[in-house]
């Protein structure tokens, strides 16, 4: 399903053991996902209000998102995430028909004695 809301904050937090990618539109979100039990809350703020694939792109490479759970959550959604490319069919050499074979007929030429060899 496409969404075309826009976030201004993004990062990752963990919650029971699990890390994940959140989106916010205010830094006020670390208040709340710490009050839910969240841990190792890391949010920025973006330049630019994007879309959550252009957000998890930007964050992709930033210093404050190299650790391993971190850059793990981010791989996590980019592949869940990004558009897949679509193989296209290659057309391959379809096989030409072998001309049908003839039957063989068993017609047994009855000797006639007036044919020469």
């Not at 826009?6 to 890390?19: A, I, N, P, Q, Y």
């Not at 679509?86 to 096989?95: L, N, R, W």
């Amino acid at each position: 399903m496409a969404t075309d809301k826009l976030f201004t904050v993004v990062g990752t937090s963990k919650l029971d053991g699990e890390t994940k990618v959140r989106f916010a539109n205010d830094t006020l979100r670390t208040k709340v996902l710490q009050k839910h039990g969240h841990t190792d809350i890391v949010l920025v703020e973006l330049d630019t209000a994007m879309t959550k694939l252009e957000a998890v792109k930007t964050i992709q490479f930033a210093e404050e998102f190299q650790s391993a759970a971190s850059q793990a959550a981010i791989a996590d959604y980019l592949d869940a995430k990004s558009p897949k490319v679509k193989s296209v069919a290659t057309p391959t050499a379809t096989k030409a028909k072998a001309p049908a074979k003839a039957k063989a007929t068993a017609k047994v030429a009855e000797m006639d004695e007036n044919i020469p060899f």
